[in-house]
Nanobody, 127 residues
Framework: QVQLVESGGGLVQAGGSLRLSCAAS????????MGWFRQAPGKDREFVAA????????YYADSVKGRFSISRDNAKNTVYLQMNSLKPEDTAVYYC????????????????????WGRGTQVTVSS
């Protein structure tokens, strides 16, 4: 079982930066694919970024490519989302997710591809 706790959200002006962290408990973190999703009010939860167990493969939604960066530190059981050049449309609750089983890239960009979820952290970008 993996438990996930997100932190680092907050209020930032457009053009600013934030770094989200997701601390994981459980022995399977080091072999789990990790993902970040977000959900804005009235919208479906959407894929943001994912990283494989070793950290040498990353995937991004087109809307965040070049601005966001996902990374992980397996020694600390933590995954990060560095968010730069933030825009008001990035405002959402950001969720961390983990999946220990093998999944395709398509599956990993979907909420259905993950078994474990955190409770989320609010990110608000003001214009």
């Amino acid at each position: 079982q993996v438990q996930l706790v997100e932190s680092g959200g907050g209020l930032v002006q457009a053009g600013g930066s934030l770094r989200l962290s997701c601390a994981a408990s459980g022995r399977t973190f080091g072999t789990s694919t990790m993902g970040w999703f977000r959900q804005a009010p009235g919208k479906d939860r959407e894929f943001v970024a994912a990283i494989n167990w070793s950290g040498d493969a990353t995937y991004y939604a087109d809307s965040v490519k070049g601005r966001f960066s996902i990374s992980r530190d397996n020694a600390k059981n933590t995954v990060y989302l560095q968010m730069n050049s933030l825009k008001p449309e990035d405002t959402a609750v950001y969720y961390c997710a983990a999946e220990g089983s093998s999944r395709s890239i398509v599956q990993l960009t979907s909420t259905h591809g993950y078994s474990h979820w955190g409770r989320g952290t609010q990110v608000t970008v003001s214009s």
